[in-house]
């Protein structure tokens, strides 16, 4: 037999041995055990856990293996919850040879009704060792498979990231190009190819997979692998540095004779936050439409609960879908009470992570769609390198009308130019000129791309600031409209007039945006229309301002400010996430956006295409 020189003195028997005395069963008292299966959990979410030692039935002397891995327990999770200690206690006893019968049953349970909370309160090592529970007591083959491939995924993370801390590098910071050396790799393995290899997107995309085909572990596993991802000092975040030094040392090395075109992967990718609500479907037909125009990376805050929406969007590996819970708000300070100053904190949180996925991230509503001339990407594309800041103009969509022909979505654009604005509304809305910028009701500020990985960068919502300059380089993309829905039918329009006369943007203290003197504010506006004429008054208001009426629509057309879309909305929800969840009608008054009539889309276009956007937003 040929002598081999193992790292383990007696192989693998030894290796067996060892593992195997550290699985034996906790003992138990008289009258100790697990809480039972069916304990209410809801409770448990409120209450602390308190020092052990201040508690006679908690501190020592221990009478059991129980008492004291429960004593330990408690004593590292003072001040969680008592859902967490309940959690690491079980796993505890699931490491085991052997454990309480309906360990696994309140285990499973814990993560089916629980996982909100748990995912919020829990540190990452408690994630992972929960994760990694499943490998041993999963109850679907998913679980089992994503459980036990986490588990030798994290292991083999925590042996390599900690070995190489002797090279004394810091995790962040990635080995310098020179010192590369070429070695054969254990079992005759070949090497990673770092500029063109797909092991590591291979990897992180078939856990993503599997995790996907159970209801139960994946939020968990999806949410510790986009940490994973996240975190700078992997090997994931130090790979994305040596492509991008070895694509800056390129052009010296192999220098181009004339200079081409911008390549696909140098090409910028772009993607999109927005807190949202609303039925299903609607905000389905939101992230439909922006994945077909090429975002690479959507990030949505579900501003309040839509588990429909909130499952269909989790299968797609490109969109990042969070319910904005209590706990989730709790973890933030609390829940503002403006829903504005939610979208701002939502943003800032997408804005954190984003550069590691996307070189530009536009903050926009759930009521706006991006309407390219050609593609977002080339119009980012063709921004030079000082420009940090993109603006977008609105233009606003009109409501039903005469004008409009079956599966079109006109739009009202705003006059460019700011000296002869007044004079364009005037002949366009005649009336209403003095109160109305361009005839607008929603806002003319338009939305911003930014430019990620910025530090200082303070986003708002219609503008950013850096080092107090606000809207740094800021360009125009000329060859993008921003398509806001404000009032798509008079029955969304009236819906939603209370809201936002008393906290939206028809609010008191919001000034006029038509700046002309006794310009009044829209507040003012509606407020004399409904004193003088009642409900009557704000449907004629809408009738000659917002309705796709053929008058307007001529009047708009002769100042070259009429848009005409086609969007075939339901066709492209259809086609990412599947059957529709709801069967409103179109224009339903809670409707964000307009439902346009389907219209044929080739089924080999841009979906085809869209295959590689899901890991790619996540691989650089």
């Known amino acids: 037999m040929t002598h081999r020189k193992t790292a383990y003195p007696g192989g693998v028997p030894a290796l067996l041995e060892q593992y195997e005395s550290r699985r034996a069963p906790l003992d138990f008292a008289p009258g100790e055990t697990v809480p039972a299966a069916d304990i209410a959990l809801s409770p448990l979410r409120d209450r602390i856990v308190d020092d052990p030692d201040h508690d006679p039935q908690e501190a020592p002397p221990f009478r059991s293996g129980h008492h004291r891995k429960r004593h330990a327990l408690r004593k590292e999770l003072t001040g969680a919850s008592e859902l967490c200690f309940l959690n690491a206690l079980l796993i505890a006893h699931l490491r085991k040879r052997a454990w309480p019968e309906h360990a696994p049953v309140l285990f499973q349970r814990l993560w089916r009704e629980e996982a909100a909370h748990l995912i919020d309160r829990l540190d990452p090592r408690w994630l992972i060792s929960s994760v990694t529970t499943f490998g041993d007591h999963g109850v679907t083959p998913a679980q089992r498979a994503t459980g036990l491939a986490l588990a030798t995924l994290f292991g083999s993370i925590k042996l390599h990231e900690s070995e190489r801390l002797y090279s004394g590098h810091a995790p962040e910071q990635p080995f310098p190009l020179g010192r590369w050396r070429k070695a054969r790799l254990p079992l005759g393995m070949d090497g990673f190819a770092v500029m063109k290899g797909g092991l590591d997107v291979n990897l992180i995309a078939r856990l993503w997979t599997e995790a996907g085909d159970d209801p139960v572990i994946r939020p968990l596993a999806r949410h510790l692998l986009e940490r994973l991802i996240d975190d700078p000092g992997t090997v994931f975040q130090r790979l994305k540095a040596i492509r991008r030094a070895k694509r800056a040392r390129r052009p010296e090395k192999q220098p181009d004779p004339a200079p081409r075109p911008a390549r696909a992967a140098q090409a910028p990718r772009w993607g999109i936050a927005a807190t949202v609500h609303g039925p299903a479907d609607r905000i389905l037909d939101f992230a439909a439409w922006h994945l077909d125009q ?43 009470d403006r829903h504005q100053i939610r979208q701002v904190r939502n943003l800032r949180h997408a804005y954190r992570v984003a550069g590691a996925h996307v070189d530009w991230l536009a903050h926009i509503d759930a009521d706006e769609l991006l309407l390219p001339q050609d593609s977002v990407q080339s119009a980012l594309a063709a921004l030079p390198p000082d420009c940090l800041t993109a603006r977008m103009r609105p233009i606003e969509a009109l409501g039903p009308g005469d004008a409009l022909q079956p599966g079109e979505t006109l739009f009202k654009a705003l006059p460019r130019d700011p000296a002869t604005r007044h004079q364009v509304t005037e002949r366009v809305f005649p009336g209403w000129a003095d109160h109305l910028a361009g005839g607008f009701i929603g806002h003319i500020a338009g939305k911003l791309f930014v430019r990620t990985g910025l530090q200082g960068m303070q986003i708002r919502i219609h503008n950013a600031y850096r080092d107090g300059v606000a809207n740094p380089g800021e360009r125009i993309l000329e060859t993008v409209d921003l398509g806001h829905f404000h009032a798509p039918d008079l029955d969304s329009f009236l819906a939603a007039y209370r809201f936002r006369a008393s906290h939206g943007s028809y609010r008191a203290e919001l000034s006029s945006t038509a700046k002309r003197p006794g310009a009044l504010s829209l507040h003012d506006l509606f407020a004399g229309i409904e004193s003088r004429e009642g409900h009557a008054g704000l449907c004629r208001f809408y009738d000659a301002v917002c309705a796709a009426h053929t008058p307007l629509c001529a009047r708009l057309e002769a100042e070259g400010l009429l848009r005409r879309r086609r969007l075939g909305l339901k066709t ?28 044929r889309i080739d089924a080999g276009n841009r979906i085809c295409k869209r295959a590689a956007i899901d890991l790619s937003a996540r691989f650089p």
């Open 572 to 599: 492209l929800r259809n086609r990412y996430f599947g059957a529709p969840i709801s069967a409103e009608p179109p224009h339903s008054r809670h409707s964000p956006l307009p439902r346009a009539q389907d219209v």
């Open 294 to 336: 090429g975002a690479h990376a959507l990030w949505i805050y579900l501003d309040s609960p839509c588990p429909e929406a909130q499952h269909a969007l989790s299968k797609i590996r490109a969109i990042r879908v969070r319910h904005t819970s209590e706990a989730w708000w709790a973890a933030r300070g609390g829940r503002p």
